[in-house]
């Protein structure tokens, strides 16, 4: 998901439960993640970790929601960098709605985690105008960059670490396939008789599960009802599933439902961006979904 999309709303008129399983049951799997040991990075409260730009200390936010890494023209001043004067423009599709979004891009950034995991990439130095969506001291790393190093995200209900399988590959600024995409995989009503799918993106700079207008409208269709659920159970296989307590609703035509880290830390969730996967741990059971750059 691009830029200015954490922040949801309530809504009222809701319903009870919304019950999904996903397209492709997930697989149960009887041994855990193989995590590599080398290069662990411990994570902050907001999904966030500590480096160096420019020679300056800032925070970095792990996102997977997005395609692209950027910054705000404030914090870019603050850390003296040089950022010229050509702009583009681009469309953007934002949790408020479609917007076209002025940018410039500074096309060989060296980012320095902390640990000495050093990142070379092409960063975009978004405008003023949506600064108040973000906070304006984080740089926004994207999902290909967390491809790029094959990382690993270990959550637990209190925290989580990043594990980088190939730090040397995040010095070489390459092109990946899918680079506009962000890891999303498909689910549909748990009933019988109800066939339309959904996108679930999985989007590790929001919180919470997000249901959007498409997707309501979707549901409005199937169902001749315009409800909003207040909680949301995802079947993940064998009837375990994984359970919210709260939904969100984004003002959104182009995406589904959005999920953030609340259900990635309740389920002991592994994230691993090399072979796009994710593991969630439901009573007791390991169940393994492959994820897709849509």
């Not at 020679?55 to 395609?67: A, H, P, R, W, Y």
């Not at 001291?137 to 270990?154: E, K, T, Y």
Request: net charge negative; aromatic share 8%.
């Amino acid at each position: 998901m691009n830029p200015a999309h954490k922040k949801g709303e309530a809504s009222g008129n809701k319903m009870e439960t919304l019950n999904l399983k996903t397209t492709e049951l997930g697989t149960e799997v009887t041994e855990e993640s193989n995590i590599p040991q080398s290069s662990q990075l411990e994570v902050r409260e907001g999904n966030r970790v500590w480096g160096l730009m420019n020679g300056k200390q800032c925070s970095f936010v792990l996102d997977s929601g997005t395609s692209k890494t950027f910054m705000f023209a404030s914090l870019a001043k603050k850390l003296a960098l040089d950022i010229g004067q050509k702009t583009d423009k681009e469309i953007y599709h934002l949790w408020i709605g479609n917007q076209k979004v002025e940018f410039i891009t500074l096309k060989n950034v060296l980012i320095t985690l902390e640990g000495g995991v050093n990142i070379r990439t092409p960063v975009r130095v978004l405008s003023e105008a949506l600064e108040r969506c973000y906070n304006l001291d984080d740089v926004v790393l994207d999902v290909h960059l967390l491809r790029r190093g094959a990382m690993i995200q270990a959550f637990w209900k209190s925290g989580s670490s990043l594990y980088i399988g190939e730090p040397t590959h995040l010095l070489q600024n390459s092109i990946i396939k899918d680079q506009d995409g962000v890891p999303s995989f498909w689910v549909q009503r748990a009933n019988a008789g109800f066939t339309r799918e959904m996108s679930v993106i999985l989007d590790t700079g929001a919180e919470n599960l997000y249901l959007s207008r498409h997707a309501l409208n979707v549901l409005t269709d199937e169902r001749n009802e315009s409800k909003m659920p207040q909680r949301i159970s995802i079947d993940m296989g064998d009837n375990h599933c994984l359970e919210t307590e709260k939904v969100e609703f984004i003002e959104q035509e182009v995406v589904d439902l959005v999920m953030g880290v609340h259900l990635l830390h309740k389920y002991n969730a592994v994230v691993d961006y090399g072979n796009q996967t994710v593991t969630f741990i439901i009573r007791g059971k390991r169940f393994k979904i492959k994820f897709y750059f849509e």
